[in-house]
């Protein structure tokens, strides 16, 4: 084994050598971190992305849930504005209108959205890590829009229920009656105090159409997505 002559290698050692070949470590270094920083950051941006497409996904479908549900409520109030118009005329009311629309006090909707995507980016971390806040928070409130739409839904057919649940409750003189037209079964709803407290209310259940606030943040955030993700 050679030995080390420690006289001749403290001879020939320079400070230059040394800090040369320090700087060449600490680059090395700096470099692995910034390697590694950069695909943790390459990583989580795909990670974002691909919540971000869950979520659009999911808002798309309670947009098409919220949509549907506004045309039904709109269809039905539409009806019974009509009733409310003609009742002293219902014959200038075409009998296909009100044969369709025959269940309508009766009808109960139900309506359902999902948070099933927006639960996971909460629960996964990665909302923090998205450096614009205005939009995490224009996309809560597209959410809170979802919810404010069940709470409305709930409480327009809870009310329905809740006349109707008065109207059966009277005794029936003739419950086997046989009306002569649809003419003849309407005017009897129209001169029964509880259909006809439901028909006269249900149009002014809400000041506004419930529906089209939540609709437009929910769009806004969808279109924030495609443009972002």
Not at 25 to 47: D, R
Not at 102 to 120: G, M, T
Request: glycine letters at 2%; aromatic letters at 10%.
């Amino acid at each position: 084994m050679k030995k080390i002559n420690l006289k001749e290698t403290l001879q020939n050692w320079k400070p230059g050598n040394y800090l040369r070949e320090l700087s060449i470590v600490i680059v090395g270094v700096f470099v692995t971190l910034a390697g590694t920083g950069f695909i943790s950051n390459v990583s989580q941006e795909k990670q974002i992305k691909e919540s971000m497409q869950m979520i659009k996904m999911e808002l798309e479908e309670n947009l098409s849930n919220i949509n549907r549900a506004e045309a039904l409520y709109l269809d039905e109030i539409s009806f019974f504005r009509m009733l409310i118009q003609k009742q002293d005329s219902l014959q200038t009311i075409d009998a296909s209108i009100l044969e369709d629309n025959i269940n309508a006090p009766f009808k109960i909707e139900d309506f359902e959205y999902s948070e099933d995507a927006l639960e996971v980016l909460k629960n996964s971390a990665l909302m923090q890590q998205i450096a614009d806040k205005q939009f995490i928070l224009k996309l809560l409130q597209a959410y809170k829009g979802c919810r404010r739409i069940s709470e409305s839904q709930k409480f327009y057919y809870t009310n329905k229920q809740e006349h109707m649940a008065r109207c059966m409750s009277q005794p029936v003189s003739d419950p086997q009656r046989v009306y002569k037209d649809i003419y003849e079964m309407w005017e009897a709803r129209l001169q029964d105090y509880n259909m006809g407290i439901l028909i006269q209310t249900a149009p002014n259940t809400f000041d506004e159409n419930p529906f089209t606030d939540p609709q437009k943040a929910i769009k806004e955030v969808i279109e924030l997505i495609e443009e972002k993700y």
